[in-house]
Structure formats: C-alpha cells, structure tokens
C-alpha cells in the first residue's frame, strides 16, 4: 500500500486519501489569501524553490473542493478563473461559487 496523501476537504479540514489530488494551494493567516492552483504554478514552484511557502502548502481533489474550503484562484496559472472571481459577483451562486469576495 502506497503512503496516503493529506488533502484538504470541503469543510477546511484535512483527510487522508490513496489519490493526489489535482490542484495545489497556500493556506495563510488571512483567510482573504487562500489560494488554489495548478500542481505547476510557477509562482508556487518558485516560493518553494526559495524556501518559502511550504509550511502553508495543501492540496485539494478538485476545484469544487478548493473554492468549497474558502479558497480563490491563483492569477498567475489560472489568469481566467482568477479574472471571474475578481470580478465578483454574489457569493456562492453557480455563477460565482467562490465564498471569498475580492478585495
């Protein structure tokens, strides 16, 4: 059996699962900066590579599990996901399912 990876789920909290998941994050103090993206983000790829970053690291399986966790898109690799949730809209709804407005 393979070591299980710590995802984070819908409700915030981790839980173990036998599938990564397919979307990366940085959980910081100010819940206003949670952010979701690709497991290749070059913005997240280079934080860690500087030594920052990794103690706030988290994965998600999906998105639905990374916005449902109060998380917002990255703008660098995901520029058209980050672009509607900046653009705001009433939280929650199909159209903009993000619980984090923008600033």
């Known amino acids: ?3 299980p990876f710590h995802l984070i789920g819908p409700d915030g909290g981790e ?3 036998d ?3 397919e979307l990366g994050g940085h959980r910081h103090n ?4 949670n952010v979701y ?5 070059p913005a997240a790829l280079n934080a860690l590579a500087k030594g920052g970053y990794k103690p706030g690291r988290v994965f998600f399986r999906d ?6 966790a109060g998380f917002r898109p990255c703008s660098r690799c995901m520029p058209e996901r980050y672009r509607q949730w900046n653009a705001g809209g009433a939280p ?3 159209e903009y399912p993000w619980r984090v407005p923008p600033k």
């Open 92 to 94: 929650g709804t199909p």
């Open 30 to 33: 100010n819940k206003r900066y």
């Open 37 to 41: 993206g690709r497991m290749d983000c």
């Open 1 to 3: 059996m393979s070591k």
């Open 15 to 17: 839980y173990l699962s």
């Open 19 to 21: 599938e990564k998941g």
């Open 63 to 68: 998105e639905a599990d990374a916005i449902a």
